[in-house]
């Protein structure tokens, strides 16, 4: 008697099991509430010494809030803490203010393919990246021109692969609104400790 045994070999392609990988022409925004992981990456964050008022052609017309708005980079120190973040600036005249920036419960982040065909450590395209947090912030000195209180947008910039750290974020943005304020402050992030 003949036994005839017949081997399958069933011959798969590896999945693709890369938790950070990015994909062509991905693009992803979201808003949550910032989980443990976020707020320590938050944590590691470091501002450069210096800011700049964003200007346009219009300036100084343009900036509202701002006592004597200058297209000179401010001193800039930003102190990170658990509950709120503070924003002291000093311009070349010695005019101080500072924005206190309370830390809220949400985070909007965003991630995009540029397409500019640069690849990222992670697999896959090189992601732009942000992560957006605002919040009603109190303003003293040169930043109260016309109000002590406005909404402010703090974003930060940078780019990376599928998953996001500290080390991703180069520069940042603070955007400051309110009836009499409108202004932007720029500058760049230290490396993360």
Aim: charged letters at 25%; aromatic letters at 8%; a negative charge.
């Amino acid at each position: 008697m003949i036994v005839s045994v017949i081997v399958s070999t069933f011959h798969t392609t590896p999945a693709r099991a890369c938790a950070c990988c990015s994909d062509p022409s991905m693009r992803f925004e979201a808003a949550n509430d910032i989980n443990e992981y976020e707020k320590d990456e938050l944590g590691r964050i470091r501002f450069d010494d210096t800011a700049q008022l964003f200007i346009t052609p219009a300036f100084p017309e343009h900036i509202k809030g701002i006592v004597s708005p200058s297209d000179q980079p401010y001193e800039f120190r930003g102190i990170t803490g658990p509950r709120r973040w503070t924003f002291e600036l000093s311009d070349s005249e010695g005019k101080q203010g500072t924005i206190v920036f309370p830390l809220p419960q949400r985070l909007v982040q965003f991630m995009v393919d540029p397409r500019d065909e640069t690849t990222s450590a992670g697999g896959g395209p090189r992601l732009y990246k942000e992560w957006r947090i605002s919040s009603t912030a109190d303003l003293s000195g040169l930043a109260a021109k016309n109000d002590d209180k406005a909404q402010a947008t703090l974003i930060l910039h940078g780019h990376g692969n599928g998953c996001t750290a500290a080390e991703d974020f180069t520069h940042w943005t603070l955007q400051v609104r309110g009836p009499d304020v409108q202004f932007k402050l720029v500058g760049k992030l230290k490396k993360a400790k």
